[in-house]
């Protein structure tokens, strides 16, 4: 599966670079019959909008008489990450591309790959799982939200509380301005009057806050308080003992956040898709299954007679299935037995059989009644599965090939990953990294003096507490270089562009995104360096090996041009 999994990232390679040479040997398993054929007489030229559905079905060339479609083109286009707007030359790349993935495939297929029973194997657990999924998708495709509810679970996402607390280390003390408070004197003249005495430590940070970043003891306070009014006492552990706390809540706001209505939205919604789903299932789950629970419950998997081998032969039906082979003790015992690594003796002697066999029988029954049921509705016979299960063979043929014919022919030695190496330092460095602060302003007037006033030797921390015309870090738009490290790679151009060349100690001028202007101040910079050979030497033989591998594929493509017969009908316009 490892392995696989690597073919695969080699595969999605090929479809998003063209390596530069390095070697690789092929040979096509058939002789040569008919080179490629470039179609360029007796034919009428169109013009086709790439977008245009109307002309999907095109071929924009075939191979050995399997056409690649306009369709398919977009399709691969879309899949691979390419960028929306294209070049014609970068278009006829990707074309020639997938006609060389298209000529292996023809090759791989004469090979018999396609029959190989592990590719078979896994097809064929593809399709269940895509059989299932598209099942269970169409019974949740019409399920609609309440935008009441939505707007609800948006509001508890965001709800921000702005308060002043007083914090008390003894709770008579806390008491005593909770009389004071029912006796019609202010919140803040009893905060006040706390805070001379020595009695309390008084937060007035003006500062909202989501319910997420209070203490519970606070959150639950606050939860059912109106904007003025004031708590009950409330008790909090701290690392130096239990403490009271009284707060006021001066105001709720609920900020505009389009990330956080759309996540609630889709909270919302994968919820309402559950509830369909349980009560589809318990309607068809009455309709369909009859369950033996006297026998389920009777059945000791880890008995030492008749013995867990001979359980996986029993033929009792312990749920039948309307329509459909019932589920037997066999059944149920084949599944345990591949749910426990170590086998099904190791697991009876833990005792950990008959705790399973609820759930796995669960499982068995979903899978075994929804396919029945997708089968039954034809969802194996729609466009979307066929397409689905065909792409994925195809992919798993064409793995299959690098991985048994292109791979073994490539050899990546000592002396070619140190070449790679030195031509790519700059790929297996340390990043720079840089440390600064900045002040906002919204005016540039404002920046540039502060500017100039650090440049000639003020304190940076002291113009942060006194100078003029400084936004609000909290200000929505206003940018925040909190003081830590960041890889300049991270940062945007006009930012790295700003502190260019810069060196701890130095000031820069930043006019950011939003009309705001920013006063840098740079800490520390530490340079980018390369990274010890031997620390990198499983990634360069991987990175080589995967440039190798995409130049096979190229050679194999070129090769097969030869062995069967391409036609191509499309020219793109630069």
């Known amino acids: 599966m490892i392995r696989m999994c690597f073919v695969a990232g080699l595969l999605l390679a090929f479809l998003l670079l063209t390596c530069p040479s390095l070697h690789a040997e092929v040979q096509p398993s058939v002789q040569p019959d008919k080179g490629t ?85 896994q097809v064929e657990s593809y399709s269940r799982d895509v059989l299932l999924e598209l099942f269970q998708a169409g019974k949740i495709k019409d399920v609609k939200v309440d935008e009441a509810e939505v707007e609800k679970r948006y509001q508890d996402m965001v709800r921000e509380y702005l308060t002043e607390s007083a914090l008390f280390d003894k709770e008579d003390d806390a008491r005593k301005m909770i009389t004071g408070l029912a006796e019609g004197k202010s919140f803040g003249e009893l905060a006040d009057e706390a805070s001379k005495d020595g009695l309390a430590k008084i937060d007035r940070s003006n500062t909202y806050l989501k319910e997420s970043s209070m203490l519970i003891p606070i959150r639950k306070a606050v939860a059912g308080m109106k904007a003025g009014a004031v708590s009950p006492l409330i008790a909090i552990d701290t690392d130096k003992g239990q403490r009271f706390v009284v707060l006021r809540l001066i105001d709720i706001r609920y900020p505009e956040d389009d990330a956080a209505r759309e996540q609630a939205r889709q909270s919302v919604l994968k919820k309402r898709q559950m509830e369909a789903i349980e009560k589809y299932n318990t309607e068809v789950y009455n309709k369909y299954l009859t369950i033996d629970y006297k026998l389920l419950d009777k059945i000791d998997f880890e008995a030492k007679k008749p013995g867990f081998e001979k359980m996986l032969q029993d033929k009792r039906v312990l749920v039948k299935i309307k329509g459909d082979k019932p589920v037997t003790v066999g059944d149920l015992a084949e599944a345990l037995k591949w749910r426990f690594f170590h ?24 899978k075994r009644l929804f396919k029945f049921l997708a089968l039954k509705e034809g969802v194996d016979k729609s466009a979307e599965y066929q397409e689905k299960v065909a792409d994925y063979k ?32 700059a790929d297996f460095s340390y990043p720079e990294m840089v440390k600064m602060e900045s002040l906002a302003f919204a005016s540039k007037g404002d920046a540039e003096a502060v500017l100039d006033s650090l440049n000639k030797g003020t304190d940076f921390t002291w ?22 490290l960041v890889m300049t790679s991270q940062m945007s151009e ?62 194999w493509g070129k090769k097969l041009r030869e062995v069967y017969p391409v036609t191509i009908y499309a020219r793109f316009d630069e």
């Open 37 to 121: 054929v470039i179609a360029d007489e007796n034919l009428i030229t169109l013009k086709a909008p790439f977008t245009d559905k109307r002309f999907s079905a095109f071929p924009l060339a075939v191979v050995n008489d399997h056409p690649i479609t306009l369709a398919a083109f977009r399709k691969a286009l879309s899949s691979s990450g390419e960028k929306t707007t294209l070049t014609g030359k970068e278009m006829a790349a990707q074309l020639d591309r997938m006609i060389t993935l298209e000529l292996i495939l023809e090759e791989a297929r004469s090979m018999g790959i396609d029959e190989l029973k592990d590719v078979q194997m």
């Open 343 to 366: 086998g099904p003796e190791d697991a009876a002697e833990r005792k950990r059989l008959n705790k399973q066999k609820f759930p796995v029988l669960r499982d068995i029954i979903g």
């Open 394 to 425: 195809e992919s798993l043929v064409i793995g299959k090939f690098i991985e048994k014919v292109v791979a073994p022919e490539i050899k990546a030695d000592e002396q070619t990953l140190k070449n790679y190496y030195t031509q790519h330092i």
């Open 463 to 484: 113009s942060k507490q006194n100078a003029e015309g400084i936004v609000d870090a909290k200000t929505k738009g206003v940018l925040t270089f909190g003081g830590n």
């Open 494 to 555: 006009d930012v790295k562009k700003a502190i260019s060349g810069a060196h701890a100690g130095d000031y820069r001028l930043y006019a950011g995104p939003g009309g705001y202007y920013y006063v840098i101040s740079v800490s520390e910079v530490v340079p980018a360096t390369a990274k010890p050979y031997e620390e990198v030497r499983a990634e360069l033989a991987e990175t080589v090996a995967r440039e190798l591998v995409g130049e096979g594929i190229t050679n």
